[in-house]
């Protein structure tokens, strides 16, 4: 049997997408302020690295983070949601750069904070935007661990806020013959939905309802896909519930119904769950 025969691609027709891509109104009260905000100075080699935390009302095991300071949709959409919600934002201040660039012993190093959760993937990401050394990888680690500290154990979902450009990522990158088929274990493909608006889940519950509702979605293959130091990978290999909500740059109304429309999903997942207390350290 082919490789490619455990992927699923669906096509939706026009009154089905019409039925249930609408943008729905989240039944919350509106919080408005945040709760609490504080920042981390974290040290990087000679850098300082902001690390923000905002809390919105009161703790709902929902954590948002984005690890790309260019990717400035997306956080917008989410804090306009989070007033609504309630919920977590853990923000990377990097002065609306992706990559970070710190300077350890006289070097300049940079690399993708999207790359840092396995030596491998520091290794290489290193390697591609600077230069390497032991000491470096062991620097960018630190920084590393210190992220994943942030994610309390109270922590029921981590969503992942990205945006990217046109057709330089999009839900074609994980379809049969392209470069990430082999780290999906399903995809669905709205024909009527932009394929650079799309949801990675390590979760296959997350992925068929977000399927339901008609949005391009990616289910990881979390034993064999490629171990690119990614958070997503790092959540796959422990079996923590992550889910990537991605739109281009600038699409801010998609990026809010989309992360609306999850942010439902996992509050009727957790109406009859007691509320549990703990924030992000």
């Not at 249930?20 to 919350?28: D, K, L, Y």
């Not at 934002?89 to 396995?118: M, T, V």
């Not at 230069?131 to 680690?141: F, G, L, S």
């Not at 981590?158 to 379809?175: C, F, P, Q, R, V």
């Amino acid at each position: 049997m082919k490789k490619w025969t455990t992927i699923i691609i669906t096509f939706f027709c026009a009154s089905y997408l019409t039925a249930h891509s609408s943008a729905t109104t989240i039944p919350f009260h509106e919080v408005i302020f945040p709760k609490g905000e504080k920042i981390i100075f974290y040290k990087l080699g000679d850098n300082i690295i902001p690390i923000k935390i905002i809390q919105f009302g009161n703790s709902t095991g929902v954590v948002c983070i984005n690890l790309h300071d260019n990717e400035t949709t997306s956080v917008e959409a989410a804090i306009s949601v989070l007033k609504e919600t309630g919920g977590t934002l853990i923000k990377i201040e990097n002065n609306r750069q992706r990559l970070i660039r710190f300077r350890l012993k006289g070097i300049n190093y940079a690399f993708d904070p999207n790359s840092i959760f396995s030596r491998t993937g520091i290794e290489k990401s290193l390697k591609e935007n600077s230069t390497i050394n032991r000491e470096a990888i062991i620097e960018v680690e630190k920084f590393a661990k210190r992220i994943v500290e942030l994610f309390s154990t109270n922590t029921s979902c981590i969503i992942a806020l990205h945006n990217n450009t046109e057709g330089a990522y999009s839900i074609k990158t994980y379809l049969p013959g392209n470069e990430k088929e082999t780290d999906a274990k399903a995809v669905f493909c709205n024909q009527l939905q932009n394929i650079d608006d799309l949801v990675l889940t390590t979760d296959s519950l997350l992925y068929q309802k977000m399927v339901d509702n008609g949005y391009n979605s990616i289910w990881q293959e979390n034993t064999k896909a490629a171990k690119d130091g990614s958070l997503s990978i790092y959540c796959g290999e422990r079996n923590k519930r992550y889910i990537n909500i991605e739109t281009q740059h600038g699409k801010l109304v998609q990026y809010q119904q989309m992360l609306q429309k999850l942010l439902i999903i996992l509050a009727e997942e957790n109406k009859h769950i007691p509320e549990k207390s703990g924030n992000p350290q």
